[in-house]
């Protein structure tokens, strides 16, 4: 009996040792974490090296808006019968030329400081060879247009295998050569009275345009600059 008395009095005092630290260990004064939202790290981006990052871009001549609206109701026509990708009217200045954000920003400030407007003329609807050739609008090689042109190339230093062609571009499409045809008497159907058309040029506009999506989803209008008479 005695040493049953013992072992219940023993397994009493172990249990009041376990309970008092037990009651230690919680009331300790832990350091806590703070989970304010607003005192997260934030993030940074380098943007020294996202803009020293290269991508393609071109150059393009904004048509006015009247010639615009024009143009691109011919296009969605093509586009309701042919298919191919939406894009905005435009005479390509410089073609796909790699560079960063900062640089082709800073050609296209130089390069439009000597600009002033200018005047382009329709010569016919055409069809070329491949996608971003498909039908277009040919215009004629007036002095002032290539002048502007070879500008714009030595500002940005931008060189082609071919010479330089004015168009402007209507549909963006592979295509068949009788399917070409039918797009080209499609747009003189719609609008027969394009050769000869006359319009100023008053803004160039910098895009960002990766050749290879054809889905032209990744194009977008970096920048515009609207040129001013003397």
């Known amino acids: 009996m005695r040493i049953q008395n ?3 009095a023993v397994c009493v005092i172990l249990v009041s040792i376990i309970y008092i630290l037990l009651t230690q260990l919680v009331n300790l004064n832990l350091p806590t974490l703070n989970l304010n939202p607003n005192q997260f790290p934030q993030i940074s981006f380098n943007s020294i090296s996202i803009m020293a990052s290269e991508a393609v871009y071109s150059v393009w001549a904004i048509p006015p ?3 615009d609206v024009r143009c691109a109701n011919l296009m969605t026509a093509l586009r309701s019968d042919f298919g191919g990708p939406h894009f905005q009217p435009h005479i390509t200045l410089v073609g796909a030329i790699k560079l960063t954000a900062d640089d082709a920003l800073a050609k296209l400030r130089s390069a439009c400081q000597a600009l002033r407007p ?14 971003y050739q498909c039908v277009y609008l040919l215009l004629r090689p007036d002095s002032h247009l290539l002048e502007t042109g070879a500008h714009c190339w030595t500002h940005f230093g931008y060189a082609s295998s071919t010479p330089y062609m004015p168009h402007l571009s ?4 592979d295509l068949s050569d009788e399917e070409k045809q039918k797009a080209q008497e499609r747009v003189n159907a719609i609008d027969n009275a394009l050769a000869g058309l006359t319009f100023q040029i008053t803004r160039i506009a910098l895009y960002k345009t990766d050749t290879e999506d054809k889905t032209l989803k990744s194009w977008e209008k970096i920048a515009e600059c609207t040129l001013t008479p003397n």
């Not at 200018?118 to 996608?131: E, I, L």
């Not at 209507?170 to 499409?173: F, P």
């Open 6 to 8: 013992m072992r219940i």
């Open 170 to 173: 209507l549909l963006y499409a």
């Open 118 to 131: 200018f005047n382009v003329t329709v010569d016919r609807v055409a069809t070329g060879t491949f996608f």
């Open 65 to 67: 808006e009247d010639v």
